[in-house]
């Protein structure tokens, strides 16, 4: 093979690299997934006990090892072949390495494999330019043009991710639009009996307890009948509790009290703890006009979310949210809707 197809084999996958570490950085760091489905290969890694060594995102290690690679692969010298090889080839371990631990989990993370493989391909191309003593092509305009190619795979992702984050879904915009001067608007998708939901709720709370006054909480109500059989009776009950003047305070409690008691007959004495006219009550539930507020939540849920997308699934203000978040990334999100809210 010719230097210059081996030069340029070699920044292909460079770039590769970056691009794809950079992608898994975002995501690994975002609140919501710009790059990988949630459920998925990507996720499922993010998991394990590889994603995150010494509290290290696994992509920030391998964005700074690609990056010491950029730089050896476009420099010359004896001394820059010797100290490629050794970075190389620890890289093509590593990456050879993470590419049997997706095979042991069973899950296949595209972005995670287009690091890995390049990580190893590298390495042998590494130990090429060594033993023949190869270097890459000299001239400004091959150097300006290798440059600006790995800076572009470098920065598209976090623009991308930036792009994305600006955009709003219409049915979110417009509950936006309502919000009061100097308040922020919570949008939340929820499921009363989805453990994640119940989890996330009791993230929220405390959270939302300090500015309560200045939050506007709108539930959307999706109940996923297939796998969770009382979330369609807490649904109907939100909804009526809603429609009767006591919405926040049915929803609190039917987070609160066990799944087992989220039964007909179980939301109904909630609702009556709660001071709701129980013929009223009784009557909105088994109303039409209830189901057809679940059905637009629920088509406001799939106008809103992308494919891939679970609950819990929330906006705080522009900001996406989704899965289970910890309290300081809502906190994060909160100070950011502030902001922009001017208060």
């Known amino acids: 093979m010719p230097t210059l197809a081996r030069s340029s084999l070699v920044l292909l996958l460079t770039a590769i690299g970056l691009a794809a570490s950079a992608a898994l950085l975002v995501d690994y760091t975002n609140a919501a997934p710009v790059f990988c489905a949630e459920g998925g290969g990507c996720d499922a890694l993010r998991q394990t006990i590889y994603a995150h060594p010494y509290g290290v995102p696994l992509p920030a290690v391998g964005l700074i090892a690609f990056l010491v690679l950029s730089i050896l692969g476009v420099t010359r010298g004896a001394r820059v072949r ?22 042991v989990v069973g899950h296949l993370c595209p972005y995670c494999a287009a690091v890995d493989i390049s990580a190893v391909l590298i390495a042998v191309l590494s130990l090429d330019r060594l033993s023949a003593g190869w270097d890459p092509p000299r001239g400004p305009i091959a150097s300006l043009v290798t440059s600006f190619g790995l800076a572009m795979s470098l920065a598209a992702p976090f623009l991308w991710a930036r792009h994305e984050a600006g955009k709003v879904p219409r049915v979110i915009a417009e509950e936006l639009a309502r ?47 297939r796998i969770h059989p009382h979330a369609l009776a807490a649904a109907k009950a939100a909804c009526c509790a809603d429609a009767l003047g006591k919405g926040d305070a049915m929803a609190d409690a039917l987070f609160q009290v066990s799944v087992e008691d989220l039964t007909p007959d179980g939301c109904a004495k909630i609702a009556e703890s709660l ?9 909105c539930v088994a109303s039409p006009e ?54």
């Open 290 to 343: 209830t189901d057809a507020r679940l059905a637009k939540d629920r088509h406001d849920f799939d106008q809103s979310a992308k494919k891939g997308d679970g609950l819990p699934l929330m906006w705080v203000g522009a900001r996406k949210m989704m899965g289970a978040q910890d309290e300081a990334a809502v906190s994060r999100a909160l100070g950011e809707a502030f902001a922009r809210a001017g208060s």
């Open 82 to 103: 010797q100290a490629n090889v050794v970075v190389a080839v620890i890289g093509g371990v590593i990456g050879l390495s993470l590419l049997v631990v997706q095979l």
């Open 275 to 283: 001071g709701l006219p129980l013929d009223r009550y009784r009557e």
């Open 179 to 225: 919000t009061p001067p100097g308040m922020v608007t919570i949008v939340d998708f929820v499921d009363f009996e989805c453990p994640f939901c119940r989890r996330m709720q009791a993230t929220l709370e405390p959270v939302v307890a300090a500015e309560k006054d200045k939050i506007r909480i709108v539930r959307k109500l999706v109940p996923l009948t």
